[in-house]
């Protein structure tokens, strides 16, 4: 087994014993419903309330290694808590924001990642959506990777409909222009 499945294995066990809603984005994700590529680490949003944050990051940190000092401010200051698995692979857990993690979550896959071993994968769409608001040239790659590999099975309106709240957010048109873009290119 892989280090990144063993982590994905290890933070999954952990958020389903304490109830926390979660699902994996990011190279993990991209390898089920992309082209698969290498990935270092692990990227995960939790449902956790923002006035149970403090607990959260505390329950977290007595099972995981943090990855920076004085993490309650940097989590506080950032929603992203850096720790390491037990075999010391890197996971960034990010504490959604109520609206669209919300979907997020409702939309997460269950995938089979070794002999009765599951964890949770956001879907496709919503990967997509996460990739084409970063915008990177591997994010790029990555939502060709998605639309080749899923092609008509994607919810396009979906997408849109949550690119159209985000450009609105960022105050640009270029994150739906970029994804429409893609979809003329590959005939969606």
Request: net charge negative; charged share 5%.
């Given at each position: 087994m892989n280090t990144q499945v063993e982590a994905a294995i290890e933070v999954?066990?952990?958020l389903s014993k304490h109830n926390i809603?979660?699902?994996i984005i990011g190279g993990f994700a991209v390898q089920h419903w992309g082209e698969p590529r290498f990935t270092r680490d692990i990227d995960i949003?939790?449902?956790v309330p923002i006035e149970k944050t403090e607990i959260f990051v505390q329950n977290i940190l007595k099972h995981f290694d943090a990855r920076v000092q004085?993490?309650?401010h940097f989590v506080q200051q950032t929603r992203v808590l850096p720790i390491r698995a037990k075999n010391e692979c890197e996971i960034d857990i990010?504490?959604?924001l109520?609206?669209?993690e919300d979907e997020v979550m409702k939309r997460a896959v269950k995938i089979k990642v070794a002999p009765n071993q599951f964890v949770k994968i956001c879907s496709a769409e919503d990967l997509i959506i996460h990739k084409a608001v970063a915008g990177r040239p591997r994010d790029i790659d990555d939502i060709v990777g998605i639309i080749y590999r899923q092609g008509k099975s994607i919810d396009i309106d979906y997408i849109r409909r949550w690119l159209k709240e985000f450009s609105l957010i960022l105050e640009t048109d270029r994150v739906l222009e970029r994804f429409e873009k893609l979809l003329k290119q590959y005939h969606l």
């Open positions: 999954h066990t952990f809603s979660y699902a949003t939790v449902s004085d993490t309650i990010s504490l959604a109520p609206g669209y």
